[in-house]
């Protein structure tokens, strides 16, 4: 009738448009992740998709970390096998004791996990991921598979070393890059020596705000320049140190801080549904590949601070029901 007009449709949640996003664009990890996480799916679906990935050695290959192509078990899958476990509640068991045992032995000599190991032939990888033919140990893949370990009370003798490099790095460091302190918030935040690792973190923190590796204000991002080698606007800010608000890196930062953080990563979302990557692009697939991951990320760290994302769209499995999130650090 005249005069009678209804309002316009509201317009779809962040959750919806992520859907869809994921359905379009995910691989089936991502897509049974997002089910499992925000549609009340199966663990064992998510199991089964993280399966794939698993080598005859005991670790994990075939670009699960879509920065490292080919088949060959790599450090960097590796850490990306253990969050997706941690986030199921299944990071124990056989598998595990496999896992902990190819660890032992790919190991440097300080007892450490290499960046990328040599291989007998040359798979594709991100440039920014160089190949040596006898790799240091780095923090940067050591500390969030030590980290996760010890959050699921995980004990094997690979740990003792490997817990030991990632303490005299943390304490040590006088200069880091953002990827690298992620890392070693990653091992503070499942450590077992809780005060040590609150001093550590505190020492660290520091360093993130002298040293400016963290985007404080998102409106003035031309005052964080990136670390040197990073892409273009490849900058990190407080929600990338904490993902949780029970993370040691949350004291870092001010209320005002994170808050004005969590304003923008709602306002990250593209048009598609998905969050971008900002990480130098090298190939189309792992480009691909990256941005459903990223986009989990930023759902998840939303939940995990209160801020509301909305149901799924219309015909979606159940809604917004989320099963328990990740196991808390101990």
């Not at 997002?34 to 080598?55: E, N, Q």
């Amino acid at each position: 009738m005249p005069g009678d007009e209804s309002p316009p449709p509201a317009p779809p949640a962040p959750l919806a448009r992520a859907e869809q996003f994921i359905w379009l664009t995910a691989r089936v990890l991502e897509q049974r992740r997002f089910s499992f996480h925000f549609l009340g799916g199966d663990a064992d679906a998510v199991d089964a998709a993280l399966g794939a990935y698993l080598g005859g050695d005991g670790g994990y290959g075939h670009a699960l970390d879509p920065d490292l192509r080919g088949p060959l078990s790599q450090p960097l899958h590796t850490a990306h096998a253990l969050r997706v476990l941690d986030s199921l509640g299944r990071c124990s068991g056989q598998r595990i004791e496999r896992l902990c045992r190819h660890l032992t032995g790919v190991s440097t000599a300080d007892g450490a996990l290499p960046l990328v190991l040599p291989a007998p032939r040359a798979y594709p990888a991100a440039p920014y991921h160089p190949v040596y033919d006898d790799p240091p140990g780095e923090l940067l893949t050591t500390g969030p598979v030590v980290g996760v370990l010890h959050r699921n009370r995980i004990w094997h003798a690979w740990l003792f070393r490997a817990t030991d490099f990632c303490w005299e790095r943390i304490e040590t460091l006088r200069h880091s890059h953002p990827y690298e302190v992620q890392s070693a918030v990653a091992f503070l935040d499942g450590a077992p020596d809780r005060a040590r690792a609150a001093a550590a973190a505190d020492q660290l923190g520091r360093l993130v705000r002298e040293r400016r590796l963290a985007v404080l204000d998102p409106a003035r991002r031309e005052e964080y320049p990136p670390a040197p080698g990073y892409a273009p606007g490849e900058q990190l800010f407080p929600y990338d140190y904490a993902r949780r608000p029970e993370s040691l890196a949350r004291s870092w930062f001010t209320d005002e801080e994170m808050r004005r953080a969590l304003d923008f990563l709602a306002a990250e979302q593209q048009p598609d549904g998905g969050w971008p990557v900002r990480r130098r692009a090298w190939a189309p697939g792992s480009s691909l590949e990256r941005r459903p991951i990223a986009t989990l990320e930023a759902l998840l760290t939303l939940r995990a601070y209160g801020r509301p994302v909305g149901a799924a769209g219309p015909g979606g499995p159940g809604g917004a029901v989320s099963p328990p999130g990740p196991v808390r650090p101990r």
